[in-house]
Nanobody, 115 residues
Framework: QVQLVESGGGLVQAGGSLRLSCAAS????????MGWYRQTPAKQRELVAN???????NYADSVKGRFSISSDNAKNTVYLQMNSLKPEDTAVYYC?????????WGQGTQVTVSS
């Protein structure tokens, strides 16, 4: 079993920045990929960005050029640096990890961007 603990959400003004972190822990955890999704009451959960263990990245078009995902494989931790935040980025952000063929989710962290 893998546990994901997220941190770094909060309230920020438009144009500001936030950094999310997610640490995976558990017996024999080895993540092949980790990423971030987000969800609002009006929309389904959507991919924001993900990163493979070898460093390959993928971003939603809406965040390209503003968000950056990175990871520390030794710590099984993934980060999401969010710059130039917009009110439409407001959502609950969920960490996601693939480990030994199973998918795990964090509890979610709220990001609110005020205009």
């Amino acid at each position: 079993q893998v546990q994901l603990v997220e941190s770094g959400g909060g309230l920020v003004q438009a144009g500001g920045s936030l950094r999310l972190s997610c640490a995976a822990s558990g017996r024999s955890v080895s993540t092949s990929a980790m990423g971030w999704y987000r969800q609002t009451p009006a929309k389904q959960r959507e991919l924001v960005a993900n990163i493979t263990r070898s460093g390959g990245t993928n971003y939603a078009d809406s965040v390209k050029g503003r968000f950056s995902i990175s990871s520390d494989n030794a710590k099984n931790t993934v980060y999401l640096q969010m710059n130039s935040l917009k009110p439409e980025d407001t959502a609950v952000y969920y960490c996601n990890a693939n480990s030994w063929g199973s998918v795990y989710w964090g509890q979610g962290t709220q990001v609110t961007v005020s205009s």
